[in-house]
Structure formats: C-alpha cells, structure tokens
C-alpha cells in the first residue's frame, strides 16, 4: 500500500522538521490515528538513520522479550569467559605487534645491530623455552583430585565439569564450575584449582591467578597448592623472574605442596 | 586466506588462537576506519570487542550464520556500530584500565537488533533497480534535489521528487512485508 504524493512530501517535510508548527501539530494527529501512516513514518525515520547522516541517533526501543535470551546471554558465565578469552587475545596482539620487524633491504648497513637483536632473540626464545618446557611437563593435571563425590553436588556440575575438564574442553568445563560456585556459597579449594587451572589453559591469565591468590590466601589445608599452580601460570606467561619468587616460597617450608619439585626447578632455572 | 569456517568455529569454541588471528587480520582496517573518523584507539578497540562479542551472542542465541565473508561482516558491523555509538554523542567512559570493560547487556542486545534491522534494510535496498538505489543514495545523504537533477538529468526537480518517492515506496513495501522485520518492530 502506497501513499500520495501529497502524503509522501508531508512526511519528508515532517522528518526533516520543515513543518510549520501548525501543519505539524495537525500532522502528527493524523499520524496517531493511522497505524500505517505511523509505521511508515518510522521505516523512514530508520532508513535515514541508517543509511543517511543523523544529527543524533534514537535508539531502538524493543520488546524485552525480544532481547530477553540475548540479555541472559551477555549475563551469563559463557560470555563472561568468552569477554576475557578476548581481552587476552587483544594484548596478545598487541604484544606481537610490538615486537619490530627488519627489513631485508635495510639490514646491510646494520649487520652488527641486526646481529646483537639476533642474538638477544635467540637468547631470549631459549629462555622462554625453559619455562614453557617445565610447563608442558607439569600440566599432565594426572596429580588433581577427581571432583566425583567430593563435595555436595546435587546437580552433578562437578561431575559434569570433571568429564569436560579432562576431555581438554575448558570453556565448557569452566560453565559447569562457574554455576557451581554461583549456587554453593561454601569456599571449595579443589574447585578453584579446577577452575583456576582451565582458565589457564584457555589463556584467560587473570583471571586464574585470581583462582589461585585465592586459594592461597584462603589459609586452607591445601592453600599451599596455589604456590605450585601460580608457578605453572607464571611459566607458561614466559615469566621466569616471577615463578622463581614463587619457588622461594614453596622451598621455605617443607610442608609445602610439591616442596622437592619445586627445588628441582629452581635448580634448572638458575 | 582462511575460510569462514575458521572463524565461526574458534568463536563458537571460544579459541583464543583464532581471536588473536581475527585481531591480527581484521583490527587494522577497523583502528583506521575509527580513526579516520573522529576516534582513538580505545574507541576502536571497544568496537571491535563490541562487534565480536555480538556476532558470538548471535550465533549462540539465535543460530545466526553468514552470508557474506566474514571479513566483510566484522568490517561492516564495525562501521554501523561505530557511526551509532558516535551519533548517540555518548561520552566514552574511561574506566581503569586494570579493569574489564563491563558491556550492560541491554545496551548490547539492542545494538543486535539494529545491525539484524540494518541487515534486512542493506538486503532489499540491494533488490532495488540501480537507478532507484543511486538517487535514494543522494537522498538519504540529504543532497538537494536540485543537484540531484543536476547530477541524475532529470528534467525537473518535481521529477526528481517523484523518482524518489517511488523508490522509497517499494524500499519500504518491501521491509514491511519481510516477516523478520516484524520482530524488529518498534512499541
């Protein structure tokens, strides 16, 4: 259904707030009893914002339940996760980014500085090697605690979370956890270890040191462990400096989870 | 060059190893449009995150794929979402830059909608003859139509008028009749 010229000038003039305060008055009255004419009006008002230059842009006014199950989503855990997969993916660019690139033409007249970068590359590739090497032989994961019947779990999350926790599937593991912890208001130190360890391995690094600060600040029987795992992270960050700390701590007290592990590597580091 | 496929299966596996790729591929295009146009990097990089985190909501929510590459997709919500976010004059909230951007989430389903609203717009303008997409072009860009006629060779601008008229008629006719449309209604 289509409208008159008439009409059709009317509503650009309306739009583009060329009425006069009369025609416009006496306009949006025949706006208000014609659903058409309304609907019309607002596709124009839309197609303007979208495809022309507006001043200020109103915004969609919605239906909650139309953005009801996307709401929930950007609430839930899943995208809280996801979020913070992205930050990290974001410095990791920039990270590479910022590492500088040579030139092949220009290298010649700085043999020399190009083979002091090299070599400082190359020095600093086998350190890095070390610490993620250690890494890799220490995140079997073979040493946790199954979750099974540990801790009260009546909607087998945990058991749920384990199977995806050792499937290597850690965003889905990381799911299970997370409601878990939402409903039980009690502090579980083998779930924070779970849950600290796949936010590790999806690279989400904050966000597991803050399961295993946690833990070792929670004065627990197993509070030690947070030591031995925040050294693991610390490795696989490439942050040798920083384990080495870590290690120092765990060495100075025997009861320390992983007290003899703990020398070996400081022995291999140093 | 890496197909769709990549893309939409990292995201759906939450894959840094693809996210750091989407970043290295498509971010630079993207800092450059903003930059180009009235924006820092911070507004770029709040964009893009924006724009990714969206198309993942949509693809877990409402099976959404696409049609098109999804280079051009991730560059043209970019564009859509930064034009809105500049109209809407709304001051950037610098937050610590220790702490996570929180998105409010109503906000970010909203800005769904309107990218599924610009989505349809975009498909059936293109269904439009190329005369009627070219002088709706100038008209949306608030061109007057005596240069319209100027530029068009139309013989009056009364003409000119009518041509406009009438493409904006079946551009309209068309999204009203679209049922996805309907969900998109205003209240």
Redesign the interface.
């Known amino acids: 259904?289509?409208?008159s010229?008439e009409i059709?000038?009317k509503i650009e003039q309306y739009l583009a707030n060329e009425m006069t305060e009369k025609d416009r008055l006496s306009f949006e009255k025949e706006i208000a009893n014609d659903a058409i004419l309304a609907?019309?009006i607002?596709?124009?008002k839309?197609?303007?914002?979208?495809?022309?230059?507006?001043?200020?842009?109103v915004?969609?006014?919605?239906?909650k339940d139309?953005?009801k199950?996307?709401?929930?989503?950007?609430?839930s855990d899943?995208?809280a996760?996801?979020?913070?997969?992205?930050?990290?993916?974001?410095e990791?660019?920039k990270d590479?980014k910022e590492v500088p690139v040579f030139s092949l033409r220009k290298i010649a007249p700085y043999a020399i500085a190009a083979s002091i970068a090299l070599f400082i590359g190359v020095f600093s590739l086998t350190r890095k090697d070390t610490a993620e090497g250690l890494y890799a032989n220490y995140s079997g994961w073979k040493e946790l605690p199954s979750l099974t019947s540990r801790a009260v779990d009546e909607n087998k999350l945990l058991t749920q979370g384990e199977v995806y926790f050792l499937d290597k599937q850690y965003?889905e593991a990381l799911k299970k956890f997370e409601s878990y912890t939402t409903l039980e208001k009690n502090y579980v130190p083998v779930v924070s270890l779970y849950k600290g360890i796949s936010y590790m391995e999806?690279?989400a690094y904050p966000k597991a040191m803050k399961e295993f600060d946690t833990l070792i600040n929670s004065k627990l029987l197993d509070s030690s462990k947070g030591y031995w795992y925040k050294t693991l992270l610390l490795l696989k960050q490439g942050n040798k400096k920083k384990a080495i700390q870590v290690l120092h701590i765990i060495t100075s007290n025997s009861d320390n989870y992983n007290y003899f592990e703990a020398q070996k590597i400081l022995k291999e580091l140093q | 060059m890496k197909k769709n496929e990549y893309f939409l299966k990292g995201i759906q596996?939450?894959d840094?190893k693809v996210?750091?790729d989407?970043?290295?591929m498509f971010?630079p295009k993207v800092l450059k449009f903003v930059l180009n146009n009235k924006g820092q990097k911070e507004d770029a990089?709040d964009v893009f995150?924006k724009v990714?985190?969206q198309f993942?909501?949509r693809m877990?929510?409402?099976e959404f794929t696409i049609s098109s590459t999804f280079e051009g997709y991730i560059f043209t919500a970019c564009k859509?979402l930064w034009r809105?976010e500049l109209?809407?004059?709304k001051k950037r909230v610098t937050t610590d830059k220790d702490l996570?951007p929180i998105?409010d989430?109503?906000e970010?389903?909203?800005s769904?909608?309107?990218q599924e609203?610009?989505e349809i717009?975009?498909e059936k303008?293109e269904l439009l003859s190329d005369n009627c997409k070219e002088v709706?072009?100038m008209?949306?860009?608030?061109t007057a139509y005596s240069t319209i006629v100027k530029l068009l060779g139309y013989s009056s601008e009364t003409v000119a008028?009518?041509r406009v008229?009438k493409c904006?008629?079946k551009?309209?006719?068309m999204?009203?009749s679209d049922s996805r449309y309907k969900?998109?209604?205003?209240?």
């Open positions: 259904m289509s409208f010229e059709y000038i609907e019309e607002e596709i124009n839309q197609l303007q914002q979208d495809f022309g230059e507006t001043p200020s842009w915004s969609l006014q919605v239906d139309e953005t199950e996307l709401e929930s989503f950007f609430e899943e995208a996760i996801l979020q913070q997969v992205m930050l990290e993916a974001q990791a660019y590479e965003v999806i690279g | 596996n939450t840094k996210f750091i989407i970043y290295k971010f990089e995150q990714l985190l993942s909501a877990k929510v409402k859509n809105r109209n809407k004059n996570e998105y989430a109503t970010m389903s909203v769904i909608l309107e609203r610009w717009y975009k303008f709706l072009k008209f949306f860009e608030k008028r009518q008229f904006k008629a551009l309209t006719e999204i009203k969900g998109l209604q205003t209240i």
